[in-house]
């Protein structure tokens, strides 16, 4: 059964998400600097991930699912819980 909050998110998000556990990372557009993170689940429009450590993230970021650099995503950032965030995928052109 899932929890109130899970089925509060998916509402809110108007498109089914996956659960899953996928390591990745946000490259910080300022210095290159990679802040570890777990991905929690996904959907069209976004994901939930973990920071494994504490980290200032800024308002958008790439979201890099390979340790290559080759698979990204650019993201804003929708929402924080302690290390825990909500992010929003973008369109490169999006302002």
């Known amino acids: 059964m899932r929890s109130r909050r ?3 998110q998916r509402d809110q998000r108007g ?16 210095d290159g600097r990679l802040l570890p993170c777990m991905m929690n689940d996904i959907s069209k429009g976004g994901a ?6 504490d980290g200032e993230v800024p308002d958008r970021f790439v979201l890099r699912l390979d340790n290559a650099g ?8 929708v929402w924080r819980r302690g290390n825990e965030l909500g992010v929003a995928f973008i369109e490169p052109e999006e302002p």
Do not use: G, H, M, N
Request: with cysteine.
């Open 6 to 8: 899970s089925l509060d």
């Open 15 to 30: 498109t089914a998400r996956r659960d899953l556990s996928y390591p990745l990372a946000i490259e910080l557009p300022a």
């Open 48 to 53: 939930r991930v973990t920071l494994r450590e």
């Open 70 to 77: 080759r698979a990204t995503r650019q993201c804003r950032l």
